[in-house]
């Protein structure tokens, strides 16, 4: 049930308490909103395959430290060097740009196991800068765009270094309030009565799409218990 798509909902960089999309359907009124997910931790606390972060501490940093945060007194560190370590370990995947994916059209409603092609999507011009087609399945054709990517680097060192910048800089990003952690909120009504809600917590507030994908699978929960409470009524 597609109730909320990139046409009628507003999706990229969103913030608590925003309204993404109010849509009619079926005789019933569908709103996405957010709101703050003040019971989620710092993203390195709440989330694995990461680079080390000390705790606050009054130092200066050391060879392989980045100032992650700074309140005037004292700092916490991120330790590149050990993070650029653990993803060459771990083989971390990185992508500075948007991955957008088409299904065969025939196949639409399984693309999940079916081929299709992979986008990797400049995020500000919106120019493709790498694309695959595998026609058994569209995870190999992401997989093919990411080793694209990954060939431009000169070296497994560098491509480690770009992951774990990455990663600093996303930690930072939320550090400086440019991001936060919000829940996903649907909430259905008819006539202007509130009958259901149904949400999703944890989601990073720069999840763009992902929001109308959640809002989607929220709106088929919520429309449910919303059928149930006017059955209930009638009874």
């Given amino acids: 049930m597609d109730i909320f798509t990139t046409d009628n909902c507003t999706t990229g960089y969103n913030y608590a308490g925003e309204t993404l999309a109010t849509v009619d359907h079926d005789g019933f009124t569908f709103t996405l909103s957010l709101e703050a997910d003040h019971d989620h931790g710092a993203p390195w606390d709440e989330e694995c395959g990461h680079g080390p972060v000390t705790d606050?501490?009054?130092?200066?940093?050391?060879?392989?430290?980045?100032?992650?945060?700074?309140?005037?007194?004292?700092?916490?560190?991120?330790?590149?060097?050990?993070a650029c370590r653990i993803a060459r370990r771990d083989d971390w995947g990185y992508m500075p740009y948007r991955i957008?994916?088409?299904?065969?059209?025939?196949?639409?409603?399984?693309?999940?196991?079916?081929?299709?092609?992979?986008?990797?999507?400049?995020?500000?011009?919106?120019?493709?800068?790498f694309s695959a087609y595998d026609p058994g399945n569209f995870n190999r054709a992401i997989s093919d765009v990411y080793a694209q990517h990954r060939a431009t680097y000169p070296s497994a060192r560098a491509y480690a270094a770009a992951a774990a910048?990455?990663?600093?800089?996303?930690?930072?990003?939320?550090?400086?309030?440019?991001?936060?952690?919000?829940?996903?909120?649907?909430?259905?009504?008819?006539?202007?009565?509130?009958?259901?809600?149904?949400?999703?917590?944890?989601?990073e507030s720069t999840a763009g799409d992902y929001f109308c994908e959640v809002g989607n699978e929220l709106a088929e929960q919520a429309l449910e218990e919303a059928r149930a409470a006017i059955e209930a009524l009638v009874e």
């Fill in 165 to 203: 910048r990455a990663d600093f800089d996303n930690f930072k990003a939320w550090c400086d309030d440019e991001w936060s952690y919000v829940g996903a909120i649907v909430t259905v009504k008819r006539n202007g009565i509130e009958l259901a809600t149904a949400s999703l917590w944890g989601i």
């Fill in 56 to 82: 606050w501490a009054t130092r200066d940093k050391l060879p392989g430290e980045l100032i992650l945060n700074d309140d005037g007194r004292s700092k916490q560190f991120y330790d590149f060097a050990e």
């Fill in 100 to 129: 957008d994916i088409a299904p065969d059209e025939s196949q639409r409603e399984a693309y999940t196991a079916c081929g299709g092609h992979a986008h990797a999507i400049d995020k500000r011009t919106g120019e493709t800068v």
